[in-house]
């Protein structure tokens, strides 16, 4: 893969995300629009992320974030959570030399300890056996909701004031966001949402305070690489301020999004 091409060769380097997060939206209705089962859906949706992971790859792309299962996705059907988690299994089975052949480092956000064990077992092996990869970080959210990611942030947080490891005054902007799980991946640059809707729907809340948004209207099942690469030149036509003049954004564009 590392001699392929870069799709987004033409784009500045310094216009080109870092991290992008996706909401993969549009399974169900994908399916009820020819007449399937949602479980197609889903199926199809799971060959989508197949192509995403190789574009975001060859693009460069430091780390990508799919958001795969909600907290509130628990809550739906339980044949549709079972055969949401099948699929789960089934792809970090049949990725998981792709994954370790192109130097991918698997890692999670959200309560992946819900998960069950015919998920979270090849989830852990694939996380360990590929920590040390450096081409791409690929981040699975799964049961994952932004809420709940930062009102157990707080938690924490709260129990090491009570613990007398920490002071009040001590928690800013800073120290919160490096008690996130995101805050092992460059900051959040591109949140692309699929299927026509403009909503974040609990994904990335923190995370996407100075990301660029970008909706296609493509169902999630037909988003491919042509669509991610349409989203990262629309991410390349962005002007990012950060709060700043665009004189002061100019001379300093990553100053204020936080660093790493
Ligand atoms: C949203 O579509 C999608 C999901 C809730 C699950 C996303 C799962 C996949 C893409 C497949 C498996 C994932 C991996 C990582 C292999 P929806 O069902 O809400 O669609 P709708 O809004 O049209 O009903």
């Known amino acids: 893969m590392s001699d392929a091409p870069n799709p987004i060769a033409h784009l500045p380097a310094e216009r080109r995300p870092r991290h992008v ?21 889903h199926e199809k949706g799971a060959d989508a992320v197949r192509e995403v992971v190789r574009a975001a790859r060859r693009c460069g792309i430091e780390a990508l974030t799919l958001f795969a ?24 089975i049949e990725e998981r030399a792709e994954i370790l052949d192109n130097d991918i480092r698997l890692t999670t956000v959200g309560e992946t300890e819900r998960l069950p064990s015919l998920v979270r077992d ?21 049961s994952y909701g932004g809420r709940e990611t930062i009102s157990g942030a707080a938690r924490r947080l709260a129990q090491r004031v009570a613990d007398g490891e920490l002071r ?4 800013d902007v800073e120290t919160f966001a490096r008690s996130l799980p995101s805050s092992e ?10 299927s026509g809707e403009h909503r974040i729907s609990n994904f990335f809340l923190w995370e996407s305070a100075y990301a ?35 004189a002061q954004a100019e001379t300093a564009p990553r100053v204020a999004s936080g660093g790493d």
């Open 122 to 142: 090849p989830l852990s092996e694939l996380m360990e056996v590929s920590k040390d990869n450096r081409g791409m970080v690929l981040c699975l959210a799964l």
């Open 168 to 171: 009040p005054e001590e928690i």
């Open 69 to 92: 299962f909600s907290s509130q996705n628990w809550d739906r059907p339980p044949e549709e959570v079972v055969h949401l988690m099948a699929l789960l299994r089934r792809y970090l």
């Open 21 to 41: 997060g996706v909401i993969m939206d549009g399974n169900g209705r994908w399916a009820k629009e020819r007449g399937l089962p949602r479980e197609r859906g």
């Open 212 to 246: 660029e948004l970008h909706f296609s209207p493509v169902m999630w099942p037909e988003f491919g690489r042509e669509a991610f690469i349409v989203a990262l030149e629309d991410f390349a036509s962005r002007e990012r301020r950060f709060g700043l003049t665009p």
């Open 185 to 194: 991946m460059p900051p959040l640059d591109l949140l692309v949402r699929t």
